[in-house]
């Protein structure tokens, strides 16, 4: 029976006062499930990487170029698919869901970074505690250690169930990793990667790793669709620490591909730390790429700026991969890899919806009609005392208002969705969380946010958004390629690296093809 890890529970003169656990020997153990899958060949520890925003497109196209990680987990040694989403929801919170319990937002109720919660926007964390198991879960039911590390909190939290060992991210504005379960100091002491470590990454400039990239693509160095965060738009980029006030540090991490140095040093130290793949069932680390969304946003996938920090991503799976090698030991550990969304490929076209809200609540009003209760992104909330002939005159008006602005292709009424996507928006639908409308922009068109044209988004169910790669290597992975899975089927698949119990929510099964 594998000992609970609970090393950082106790700041040491509370352990020393009441006798607080402070080595494996002192540790409770936790109940134990017998494996439901058992398998030949076990890891001792399973790695799931997600990429925040890597869509397969632009996995694919760089293909070539990868000498890495991503060379060696996209090579004949490994397992190579596309996955796709079925929701429309393509966003960090509902990917990482279902990329943590197997199932829809229909199943695991995230059906966006925010969404309506008893009458009100609320962010995704805030509907916590999920109402079906992750692969935390899983990993902590059959005697596993579970750490989930990301930049963002939805990042780690979502992935790491009830009752991690640790979970824990960036707060951005005091630089400080702080972490969950509660138990643990807000701020993980000792750090898993020091301040003056990740300062000191941001402090040379950002150069260009690859000159041949520039023109790769038809992509130059500048475009006008690219945001500027603050150290500029054109390599080299002024290292944030030099560019930046020091208040700004911690949110830089998420613009620069120091966040993936800053994720993939706090993995291997996280291996240390808790001794994960040392002994006893598998433990399950998770790592979630933050950055990768931050500069895809910031510059767009059509930049050399997401390029060359997709090359930079590459070199960090391999210091992550070899680092795994040194510390748990060739063929005892597997990496499964995927996304939570995409992104489009190609500059967007934006469409001006800053002064929809007010233009429809006038419309509404004009109408007799009670305004809107609640507008934010592309998602319109009705008042909810309407009565059905009051709902569908106020979807009437507003569906007049809205298929008026150019890039706004139709309404879909998620009580009801019809079209080409009905399937999907019917999966991102969790009682009445969703709203009652909302926006179909056209193909590679994203919300205009505050009249400024740059920079990129996600959460179409176009698929740009939803088609994600799914790569698996190591010990219990059988290598191949083969053709396109559901997402839903990849937590499934860590499961069953794991040897854990089925995820109550899983409403597929794992890639049987990738399982040895």
Known sequence: MRPLALRMLCPLPLALAVGCPTSPQDRPPVPVVAPAHPAAEAPALVVYVVVDQLGEEQLDRMIDR???????????????????????????????????????????????????????????????????????DAARAAGGEVVSLSLKDRG????????????????RRKGAQVS???????????????????????????????????????????????????????????????????????SALMNTPAGGDFLTAAALEAVDRFALGQNGPPDLLTVSYSHFDGIGHSYTPASLESLDALLRLDGQLQELMDGLDAKVGPGRWSLVLSADHGAPMIPPTYVDLDDLPAAIDAALKAEGLPAAALFFGTTVVLDPALDADGRARSAAVVRRLVLAVPGVEDLVDLANPEGPFAAAFAQSRYQDRAGDLTLVLAENAVPLYK?????????????YDQQVPFLAFGAGVKAGKGPEVDARQIAPTVVRLLHAPPLSGAELPAVAAALR
Request: with cysteine.
């Open 66 to 136: 990868f000498k890495g990680g991503l060379a060696r987990l996209t090579s004949d040694t490994a397992y190579r698919a596309v996955a796709r989403y079925h929701h429309s929801s393509t966003e960090t919170c509902p990917g990482h869901a279902t990329l943590a319990t197997g199932g829809s937002p229909a199943v695991h109720g995230i059906v966006g970074n925010s969404f309506v919660l008893k009458g009100k926007e609320a962010y995704c964390l805030d509907a916590l505690p999920l109402p079906v198991d992750t692969v935390g």
């Open 156 to 171: 780690s939290v979502l992935l790491s169930g009830r009752a991690p060992t640790l979970a824990m991210w960036m707060d």
């Open 180 to 250: 969950l379960p509660l138990d643990f100091p807000k701020a993980v002491t000792p750090p898993l990667v020091a301040r003056d470590a990740w300062v000191a990454w941001m402090d040379p400039p950002w150069t260009l790793s690859d000159p041949s990239l520039e023109g790769l693509f038809g992509i130059q160095d500048q475009q006008a669709h690219e945001r500027d965060v603050g150290t500029g738009l054109t390599f080299p980029h002024p290292g944030p620490a030099g560019a930046l006030p020091a208040p700004a540090l911690p």
């Open 451 to 463: 009249k400024d044209p740059t920079g990129t988004t996600h959460g179409s169910p176009r698929p």
